[in-house]
Structure formats: structure tokens, C-alpha cells
């Protein structure tokens, strides 16, 4: 009897556990964990190359069209993650500015997204607009020459995000509209009643160092406040690794979980960088996911297949 009582009460613990919503739309890995991921190219071919399943599969969509990753993800058995860009990469015609964002422009998508997400019913990250002051991005402020792009100042971004970040977590419409107003944006411009209130968490990716380093590109100017990111980070490469600007990114950006959106060997088989990857996450405890970036060509720089070295470092790793 004793036994079946404490059966039944660990069952009904674990089911308390599973209907319990996540800790504020942040989805943690448990129990102190770190979540392994890949974005990229084929989910199957690099749990070969690791000895281990990747946790999240992060996928890149573009302003407008979306829908299809949500399947392919999915057949993944693994997390979601999706990078949200304005634009399809370098030399594509941007969808839509952070500026018309904020004006309400992008809302017909994002109350679609919105309820996509939701009517999926499963937790998903996104990454809106990582990389934002990097000039080679459409969103970033600032082009490759410091100058500055119309319609995509960095108060545009901050107000875009702000926006994104109000519609997706959706609820009652009045309520979204007050806090638009609040913020001196227009209410929401497309639907009407609720909005659908998706199991989002929202991670603001700076590049940790980029090319134009001038004060009106650092990370600070894109940041547009605590309450609407779940998740700070950073995107790391073995090509020219900044350990100093990583660190900064780290501290100055306390209170959230920390995540590498992507990282990656390139350009030289350097186990060296694995380890110092690793160990940078072990000794710096808000580090919660780590998501290693294949790229979409199977010849690409980053892939495993050209750093034997690397790849056995990061077996070594993951299988501790």
C-alpha cells in the first residue's frame, strides 16, 4: 500500500510537473541544464558527427513566410527555434523596416505568426533580428560605411521589437492597444478580438563584435528593455573569436539566460576553440544553451566535416 501511495503520488507530481506552464515564456532546459542545438542543415547528419541528438533545432525564416519551417522543425523530435529576419541574406530586398514595424506595417504577419504559434501549442524560441549591429544585416542601423539607414535608426529597432514582443505574447486586444499607445505606437493594425498568446521566448542576439565599432552601434542602442526579452546572447565564430567583447555582453546584460544563437568552428580546425566554448559556458552559469551553426550549404565553412579535430573535441564535450 505504501508503495502504490508513494506511486501515485510521484505521478501525480509529474503530471502537475508537464501542465505546469513554463517559468515566464523562458523555457530552461532542467534541472540546471544546458541545451546542445544546431541550426542549419541536416538535423540528422550532425547528431551523427556529435555521438548525440541536438535539444533545439533553430531554422531561418524571413518576414512574411514562415510557415513552412514549422513542419520540418518539428519532424526534428527536437526544441524549436526560429531566426526571424526582415530579409531573405545578403543582396535580398528587405520585407519590411524596423520602422514600419513599429508603425504598425508587419502586424497582419505577426497576428498570423502569433496564432500559427500558439495553434502549435508547443514552446518556441525566436531570435528576432540577431545580429543587429552588424551593417551586413538590413535591419542593423548603420551601413557597412557608418552610414546611417532611413527608416531603421536604432530607437526603430527598439520600438519594432517592443511591438513584436506585444503582439506575440497576445492576450486581450484592449490591453495590448493601451500598451502600444503607452509606448506613443498606433494599436494593433490587423484582426479583431484576442490575440492568440503564443508560448514564445524572445532572445535579443547582438553580434559580439563587429566591424563598425562606433558608439551608435554598441549592443546598449539596440536594447529594448527586460520585459520584453526572455534571453540575451551573443553569436560566437572560430574565424576571429572576441573572448573580451563576450564577456562584456555577459555581464553588462545580467538578469536572463544566456544563449549562443550560433557558434562555430571556421576557417581552421581548432579544438582549442571547442574547449574554450565549453568551458566558458561551465564557469559562467547563465549560459543555458549553446547552438552550433552548420550553415545551409553542405560545403559551407562552418560544417564538421572539414575539422576532424574540432568534431572530436565537441564529442568529448557533449558526451560529458
Known sequence: M?????????????????????????????????????????????????????????LFVEWGNADWAFKRADAAGARVMLHLSTHGGPGTREQVSPAQIA??????????????????????????????NGPWNQYCAFDENGRARPGHSTRSFRSAWRRIALILRGGDRARVDAKLRALRMAPVQAGSGPLAEAPVALMWVPHNAVALDIAANQPRRYWPGGRYVD???????????????????????????????????????????????????????????????QGSRDDGPFRLKRYPRGRRALRAALSR
Open 2 to 58: 505504501r508503495r502504490s501511495l508513494v506511486s501515485f503520488v510521484l505521478v501525480a507530481v509529474a503530471a502537475a510537473v508537464v501542465a505546469a506552464p513554463a517559468s515566464a515564456g523562458i523555457f530552461l532546459p532542467e534541472r540546471g541544464g544546458v541545451l546542445h542545438g544546431v541550426a542549419g542543415g541536416s538535423f540528422e547528419t550532425f547528431a551523427r558527427e556529435t555521438g548525440r541528438r541536438p535539444d533545439v533545432f533553430q
Open 103 to 132: 508603425a504598425g506595417r508587419g502586424d497582419a504577419f505577426l497576428v498570423r505568426f502569433g496564432g500559427r504559434i500558439a495553434e502549435r501549442g508547443k514552446p518556441l524560441y525566436l531570435r528576432v533580428m540577431a545580429e543587429m
Open 231 to 293: 534571453w540575451v546572447g551573443t553569436d560566437f565564430y572560430g574565424q576571429n573569436p572576441n573572448w573580451g567583447a563576450l564577456e562584456r555582453i555577459y555581464t553588462q546584460f545580467r538578469g536572463k539566460p544566456f544563449v549562443f544563437g550560433e557558434w562555430a568552428l571556421w576557417g581552421r580546425d581548432d579544438p582549442s576553440f571547442v574547449k574554450r566554448v565549453f568551458a566558458f559556458a561551465r564557469t559562467h552559469p547563465r549560459v543555458r544553451m549553446l547552438i552550433y551553426n
